[in-house]
């Protein structure tokens, strides 16, 4: 069975600064996807970035980075020169296969405080 | 824009009520759609997926007479939670994945969540 582990119910960085989200996931299969949505209080999910099993170069998308090392199985987000914007909670997720049509278990989540 | 959209967005009814909640996508045709439950602070919990045409498959735990789902059709899944108690008053999110994206690195597409009050 898939699991996903956040151990970090919350964080806080200061302004301008960089952090890093931890995610550890386990999963038997060898082709899965993982994914970090970040959910503001208003309560949408916006999608961050994406990682595949496959990958072999880190998945980068402008301040978001995926620290992926696949023989500890882990997929940490770092996020770069913070903004007061980014206070959210942050989850990562882990999707098996290789299609787009199956499920997501998420982790329990990080919230991010950014600290002026 | 959005690509999957979630009505209504918040509910407050009285107990006994039964509630529908819709889930649409917008640009793409979904197969298969997912509907949460969260609590504050807590993680997205899957409650079911929805699969057009056929009965939704339904998580461990979850009452399938409490929460019925409906995927109609391509574009249309709804959830809806009958003779709702105080303690079903959650946050209820569905998502859903474009079956036609090129590769398995299509995020799921969430609607901007259902946050339902039973008094």
């Known amino acids: 069975a898939q699991k996903i582990t956040q151990t970090q119910p919350g964080m806080f960085v200061q302004e301008k600064e960089a952090v890093t989200l931890d995610c550890t996931y386990d999963t038997s299969d060898q082709s899965y996807g993982l994914f970090w949505y970040k959910q503001p209080s208003s309560g949408e999910m916006i999608f961050l970035i994406y990682?595949?099993?496959?990958?072999?170069q880190n998945a980068t998308e402008g301040r978001y980075s995926l620290n992926f090392q696949k023989a500890r199985k882990s997929a940490n987000l770092v996020i770069s020169a913070s903004q007061l914007g980014d206070s959210a909670m942050y989850f990562c997720?882990?999707?098996?296969?290789?299609?787009?049509?199956?499920?997501?278990?998420f982790g329990d989540g990080t919230t991010l405080t950014v600290k002026p | 824009g959005a690509v999957v959209s979630q009505h209504p967005s918040r509910v407050i009814c009285k107990s006994g009520t039964s509630v529908k909640i819709e889930c649409r996508s917008l640009d793409f045709q979904a197969t298969t759609m997912f509907w949460y439950r969260q609590f504050p602070k807590k993680s997205l919990m899957l409650m079911a997926t929805?699969?057009?045409?056929?009965?939704?498959?339904?998580e461990q735990g979850v009452e399938k007479d409490k929460f019925l789902i409906n995927h109609a059709s391509l574009t249309l899944s709804t959830l809806t939670v009958t003779s709702a108690h105080p303690e079903d008053s959650s946050f209820y999110i569905c998502?859903?994945?474009?079956?036609?994206?090129?590769?398995?690195?299509?995020?799921?597409?969430f609607g901007d969540g259902t946050r339902l009050s039973i008094l």
């Open positions: 929805s699969n057009e045409g056929s009965k939704a498959t339904y």
């Open positions: 990682q595949g099993s496959y990958d072999e």
């Open positions: 997720a882990m999707r098996e296969g290789r299609t787009n049509a199956g499920k997501s278990t």
């Open positions: 998502s859903a994945s474009n079956p036609r994206g090129p590769n398995s690195n299509q995020p799921q597409h």
